[in-house]
């Protein structure tokens, strides 16, 4: 089964680029890489989702390299309301050839001013 | 508007009292799944399902039930409540294998 690992805490400053990693090894080839943020008491919130190379909208950018066992997530001038805890996804395929979603475990972002 | 909408919010119950968390999304989803958040342990899924009267189970099924009887609404059946089963709920919805969930609100539950 796939497994995700990400830092569990980041630090930045206001007006500065943040990049966060997730290794992701052994992810389904035909899946895309996802990732989430969520603020306390909400649900997960759709960032941005690629399968390959890089994507971007119009909050943040997302590199995949070609053997797809790592994304980076990178959010362009960061503010304090991107304060928040920052989870990347991934589908699998178990033994018994059931998809599954893996969740990373979550990056904590605290933004100072 | 597109949601995923859950019931209850909030709820303080007792132990051993059989208590239903409904979920409903009206975007015609395939997937829906169900999730608990603990603090410093993230999202863990509980059970997942693909289709209709398809369900699978997910990381920490134990204790729970789930039934998927139409497209749209996918319940969280705790049949005998414990207290280790104090936790926020998700209830989450996505096109199959498109990656963007949606999530509900979420559901504070309390068990003494």
């Known amino acids: 089964l796939a497994k995700t690992t990400q830092p569990i805490s980041m630090d930045s400053y206001e007006g500065q680029e943040v990049n966060i990693t997730c290794s992701h090894n052994n992810i389904a080839t035909n899946d895309y890489i996802t990732w989430y943020q969520q603020f306390p008491s909400q649900g997960p919130r759709f960032i941005i989702q690629g399968y390959k190379t890089k994507v971007t909208n119009e909050v943040a950018s997302l590199f995949i390299p070609a053997d797809r066992k790592s994304s980076t997530l990178s959010l362009p001038r960061v503010s304090l309301s991107d304060t928040a805890v920052y989870y990347c996804l991934v589908g699998d395929i178990t033994m018994d050839s059931n998809y599954q979603l893996i969740w990373g475990a979550g990056t904590k972002l605290i933004i100072k001013p | 508007e597109a949601q995923v909408t859950q019931n209850p919010r909030y709820l303080i119950t007792v132990t051993g009292k059989k208590l239903t968390v409904t979920c409903s999304q009206n975007m015609n989803h395939e997937y829906m799944s169900w999730y608990r958040q603990d603090p410093g342990l993230g999202l863990r899924q509980i059970y997942y399902?693909?289709?209709?009267?398809?369900?699978d189970k997910g990381d920490v099924p134990e204790g729970y039930k789930v039934s998927r009887k139409e497209k749209r609404n996918f319940p969280l059946i705790l049949e005998s409540p414990s207290p280790n089963q104090t936790s926020l709920y998700f209830c989450?919805?996505?096109?199959?294998?498109?990656?963007?969930?949606?999530f509900g609100e979420g559901s504070r539950l309390t068990v003494l």
């Open positions: 399902s693909m289709n209709v009267e398809v369900t």
């Open positions: 989450a919805s996505r096109v199959a294998n498109t990656g963007e969930l949606f």
